[in-house]
Nanobody
Framework: QVQLVESGGGLVQAGGSLRVSCAASGRTFSSYGMGWFRQAPGKEREFVAGISWSGGSTYYADSVKGRFTISRDNAKNTVYLQMNSLKPEDTAVYYC?????????????????WGKGTQVTVSS
């Protein structure tokens, strides 16, 4: 499986912005879609955003649509999540995930292992 390392989390006030990054290694990064998931304390892990192998298509959860932007740089084997207009309910540990295919929606969140993620805390 591909090795993924998240970074860039931190503390930000509501309405602020933050960009988290995910560095990948171990596989042909550009061949697969990538996604961001998050998990708040006491809640289930949920899908946030996905991007296709080339970056040509993206897909967002309704809760973040219009505020978050997922992007990737295949030359750097890195996927990003730009988070704007942050809300306290965005507070969670953010994880990245490799897709099963090259699409932006094909993930298996209940299988395989997860990395350490990066903590994003939004204060009100």
């Amino acid at each position: 499986q591909v090795q993924l390392v998240e970074s860039g989390g931190g503390l930000v006030q509501a309405g602020g912005s933050l960009r988290v990054s995910c560095a990948a290694s171990g596989r042909t990064f550009s061949s697969y879609g990538m996604g961001w998931f998050r998990q708040a304390p006491g809640k289930e892990r949920e899908f946030v955003a996905g991007i296709s192998w080339s970056g040509g298509s993206t897909y967002y959860a309704d809760s973040v649509k219009g505020r978050f932007t997922i992007s990737r740089d295949n030359a750097k084997n890195t996927v990003y999540l730009q988070m704007n207009s942050l809300k306290p309910e965005d507070t969670a540990v953010y994880y990245c995930r490799a897709g099963n295919t090259g699409g932006s929606r094909d993930f298996s969140p209940d299988s395989g292992s997860w990395g350490k993620g990066t903590q994003v805390t939004v204060s009100s």
